[in-house]
């Protein structure tokens, strides 16, 4: 069975890059999408974006020009970044598996990201 | 982009009760609709994709209905593990967008 863990810093300075890593363990990457979703404090959720384990991506228009997700399937891990961060940009961030560019079937368990000073 | 408007956003029901919950898109997104389950502090879990499938696990106490831009979620027999806060997500177009949450309750 699929599982999969984010990682990377709870608390990252207004202006600068927020980076996380999510390992996939139990299952191959190839054949799915990778996607993150992130849901700030006591708020919906917000879709990011994707990326198909052949490396193309789509994003949503809103964080476009500020989001990059790549992937590494030699370490089973898929990643996003997150430039020139604000207090807006302070949520829970959930990476997840994607099928065939649609719905998201297996979730991690998600990192808050607090961006602050 | 594509809004997704759920109603109710927050519903008191009783053990053992049925319920509904609404979602409309703003334009018609055929069957690619999910539902997701979310509880405090955790990931959301898929119940329903396209629509009206199950996923597998989910007891079949949940279902889903409806097409193009107007769909539901109900839930037969309620239990305790199932006071979550709920979500419809379309998936397509792009941007995937999600409505807003229902939040059910215990009465």
């Known amino acids: 069975q699929v599982q999969l863990q984010e990682s990377g810093p709870g608390l990252v300075k207004p202006s600068e890059t927020l980076s996380l890593t999510c390992s996939v363990s139990?299952?191959?990457?190839?054949?799915?999408?990778w996607s993150w979703v992130r849901q700030p404090p006591g708020k919906g959720l917000e879709w990011i974006g994707y990326i198909r384990y052949s490396g193309s991506t789509y994003y949503n228009p809103s964080l476009k020009s500020r989001v990059t997700i790549s992937v590494d399937l030699s370490k089973n891990q898929f990643s996003l970044n997150v430039t020139s961060v604000t207090a807006a940009d302070t949520a829970v961030y959930y990476c997840?598996?994607?099928?065939?560019?649609?719905?998201?079937?297996?979730w991690g368990q998600g990192t808050l990201v607090t961006v602050s000073s | 982009d594509i809004q997704m408007t759920q109603s109710p956003s927050s519903l008191s029901a009783s053990v053992g009760d049925r319920v509904t919950i609404t979602c409309r898109a703003s334009?018609?997104?055929?069957?690619?609709l999910a539902w997701f389950q979310q509880k405090p502090g955790k990931a959301p879990k898929s119940l329903i994709y396209?629509?009206?499938s199950l996923q597998s696990g989910v007891p079949s106490k949940f279902s889903g209905s409806g097409s193009e831009t107007d769909f539901t979620l109900t839930i037969n027999n309620l239990q305790p593990e199932d006071f979550a806060t709920y979500y419809c997500q379309q998936y397509k177009t792009y941007p995937y967008t999600f409505g807003q949450g229902t939040k059910l309750e215990i009465k």
């Open positions: 334009q018609g997104v055929y069957n690619y």
């Open positions: 139990g299952g191959s990457m190839s054949n799915y999408y």
């Open positions: 997840a598996r994607t099928l065939s560019s649609s719905f998201s079937d297996t």
């Open positions: 396209a629509a009206s």
